[in-house]
């Protein structure tokens, strides 16, 4: 949706600015969502300042929790506005330096190893998990068109193929073959004396094929003395 393959500031001043408000959106609905579950109420420390991120307290696991459901909603942002897959580590590191300027401003340069273990885990999992989302769309079988014909039509042209492939296997067959089949009957005409000219041809076909071949043809029982 906010692809582009050409060289464009003003699209790529708009995403970064789309996924730190999706990022910021997120992580405050998320901790005001733990907030009011735990009876705490939401403050900007929690946020900006890395004191609030500790393992030692209820309300410094509500801030992790919260960091870590954030970069899931931040890796489907990438997904929906940045689409390419390569470009997925750029957008966050952006975002997460603009998150580590706004912090050190607020309340000075994050001093606690809790809060860049915590920050630095997001950033991965938000990242892979973003490249994973985009890096399938990108894989997803595109169609080249719509099928040439329906069944019919295809039956059609398999049909002329092959009764236009007939003719051909007929020339490559003996003079022979080719007599026999001419005298075959039609099937909507079984009279006896169709039949009966059948036979007739058919012997006859016989007889000069054999003789052909070089055999002596057979005689009668009343010709041998």
Known sequence: MFYSSVWDPRLILSQIATIQCVYYLSLGGMLMLLDLLSGYSLTFTQMFSYKAT????????????????????????LFVVVERSKKCLDYTVTAWIFHLCTCWIYGGFPRGWTWWLVNIFSLILMAVLGEYLCMRREMTDIPLGRPLGSRGAYTQVTQSSSSSSL???????????????????????PSLDAMHHFSEKL???????????????????????
Request: hydrophobic content about 35%; proline content about 9%; cysteine-free.
């Open 54 to 77: 500790s393992m030692h307290t209820w309300h410094g696991w509500i801030v992790i929790v919260g960091m870590l459901f954030t970069s899931l909603a931040g890796a489907f942002g």
């Open 167 to 189: 003719p051909q296997a007929g020339s490559s067959s003996s003079s022979s073959s080719s007599s026999i089949g001419d005298i075959i009957p039609d099937p909507q005409s």
């Open 203 to 225: 012997n006859a076909s016989l007889i000069s094929t054999v003789s052909v071949l070089g055999t002596p043809p057979l005689t009668s029982a009343k010709e041998h003395p």
